[in-house]
């Protein structure tokens, strides 16, 4: 039976035609940050992977959230700061962590050029789990405040920020063929290590007051959040598109090509969004997690889908099969369908499982597509994702890229 594949040929070719081209002008990033991972690389063995990198760091990630969520798997932890079900080792466990897959993730690039295997696979690899990491770390965050503070809906809205942000970093390399950086990126990572540092160290309580009597700790999370898109983000990456037009160094590609990868990003907001505000039985405050982990894992598939696109310099989907799901979910959740044939006490039930099963199924399916793309990418390039074996392909990718 021949196997499942994902990659087409124009996309094969795409990749073997690609040049890694990035661009960060943080000064923060390029002054501290940089000169701290290039002095760490060098204690890291020759034979170690690149990709083996990003992947501990991406599961340090995956450990923080599960950790987390066995705790306090409702937010409801901060709600009674004094008598959390948190302790607060679990805090400094989450901080080192986080902190340990930031680094690593700083390094992957530099031991790969250092063992000369820098290639498209390794670029996908890293951003394919960064578009993970951008779900699962604001929601572990969402524990430090309870929903006293930040509701389950502000908490949507927080996160679909964070998506924002991510996403449109890279519609603008899917328009420019340039990878800008962000700048917030690392003061990003900086404060949640320092947040979930501070609350090991101090607990729950110490969150628990009003900024000028006004503004809770989550207010002024949120903001921060918000501000720094809208600041730091947003309006170059419109202005770079603009002057990549003008200047006629992008793509080039028509108005709606350009605006294509939007498509399945804007759909899948007003789906769950449409969803979380019209369900009859408040799914969002009786499952929040599970919610957030579907939404995220379908934002990843579309943002993995969209990395490849670019990568491989091929036209973007417009459209993300696992929104079909959703859709039949959310719009039977939304309408008076669960209350038919005297079904009035499975109802909340019900809908609550349809959560856990398109999670799960979202899930695997997210698992199948990158193992799928990774393996057909080891394939076509002849070598192996968690070793450090071909030398010479190693040494052409390098080539080019330099």
Known sequence: MPKYTYLREEHRRGFDNYKYNCVDTSFFSRNVMHPFWNYLVQ????????????????????????????????????????????????WIVAAINIFVAYTLDGIDGKQARRTGTSGPLGELFDHGVDSYSAALIPIYMFSIFGTEQISPLRMHFVIWNVFLNFYLTHFEKYNTAVLY????YDFTMWGVTVMLLITGVFGLEMWDFKLLGLYSPAFVFEMILYISGLVTSHPFIIYRIIMSYRKRTGKMRPFIEAVRPLFPFLTLFAITTIWVLGSQNDILSKEPRMLFLLFGTVFSNISCRLIVAQMSDTRADGWNHLMCLLIIVGGVSITPLFNLFNFSNLHPNIESILVYFLAIFATITQIHFGYGVVREMCDHFKIHCFKVRSRT???QMHDKNN
């Open 43 to 90: 204690f890291f063995p020759r034979w170690i992977a690149p990709n083996l990198i990003t992947f501990t760091g991406f599961l340090l990630t995956i450990v923080n959230f599960l950790l987390i969520g066995y705790y306090d798997f409702h937010f409801k932890a901060a709600n009674d700061p004094r008598n959390s079900t948190i302790p607060n080792w679990v």
């Open 181 to 184: 950086l962000p700048w917030a």
């Open 393 to 395: 392909y190693g040494k």
